[in-house]
């Protein structure tokens, strides 16, 4: 990468930290159970919610209580169940004309990135009538109040329920981008864990992983700050203590602290933002609809990897924390050991060390697709260009 890119990268980046104090980030209001949901519309004067889901999530009957709470207390609501992998654009725009041909007046995004993501991206279009979403790319471009938001996660992993981020595919192109603006943080989050007690073990694997994802490149990547930072090393040692017991025994305790840590995970980074772990899979997201949470399980330590020494440092405090090193230990060493249980918890998961659906013709593509994503906004510890990244796809590939 020349030294002008390496500049204008840095520069755009230390800007967004200094300006990190003041920008208005707002953590989202908890609610700890479904059955408070009817009264929190009464109090914000709501009356016809649109439901945002997907097929498999209705079908398991997850959203019948929420339903007959609303019913209950004489609320018109209206279900949209047809929320894809990795929503479109099309998905975004056939929920939109639902939600104003029905006169819906506020949203529910109930399920796990997708449905968040969806919902979000309906909630922009309503602030921004006359915009694409695809004109809303990018970094603070919605700027008008969307509809109320309340968040009901099903899976501890996203932790959109926190986040300013709106993740969508565009229908032609099958490019995956990100619109980032304040108003698509939640107004409200529910972190009931009864809601997550019949998830398939696979789906509590990855996005389990997806969560640990967030936190680690929250904390290894240079714009970060003490409450960022601290929210991060929890979310991780909360992921290591749980994750397993989650996924063996669905334990009520287990899935409590999963999205107790999901959400720390998910505050941090919507500010200290993330890295080419992302960007690489969301690439495979957009081109391949891989599940977001499996590739960025696999992605994880092979990436921690490739930046060797540049984040010794910071890996060898979370190994730390995390009682896997003691502070004598060598930074190396005590970084190898992180990685080193990532790909052990992995393994113990399910979860594949590589991606077969990666193409050698597509490679190209996808890092060019990566590269603009993660370029200038991601304050990756190390600036890679489109041909590292491409050889990024090359060891993911055959791992």
Known sequence: MNI????????FQTVLKLALPVLPYRDPKIIPRISQVPAVLK???KHRPLIVTDRMIYNLGLTSELEQDLKKEGFEYIVFDEV??????????KALRIYRQRSCDC?????????MDCAKGVGARVARPKKRLNDLRGILKVRRRIPLLIAIPTTAGTGSETTLACVIVDSKTRHKYAINDFP????YAVLDEAVTMTLPPNVVATTGMDALTHAIEAYIGRSGNRGTRMDALEAVKLILDNLEESYNSATPVARRKMLAAAHKAGRAFSKAYVGYVHALAHALGGKYDTPHGLANAVILPIVLREYGAAVHGKLSEIAVYCGLADEAAPREEAAER???RIEELNERLGIPRGLDMIQEEDMELLADYAYKEAIPLYPVPVLWDRRR???MYQKIAVA
């Open 4 to 11: 002008f890119t390496v500049c204008y990268c840095r520069i």
């Open 43 to 45: 109090e914000n004067s």
């Open 84 to 93: 894809v992998a990795n929503p479109t654009t099309d998905n975004v725009e």
């Open 107 to 115: 949203l529910i995004a109930f399920g796990g990135g997708s449905p």
């Open 184 to 187: 698509l943080i939640p107004a």
């Open 338 to 340: 992180l990685i080193r």
């Open 389 to 391: 990244l491409r050889e």
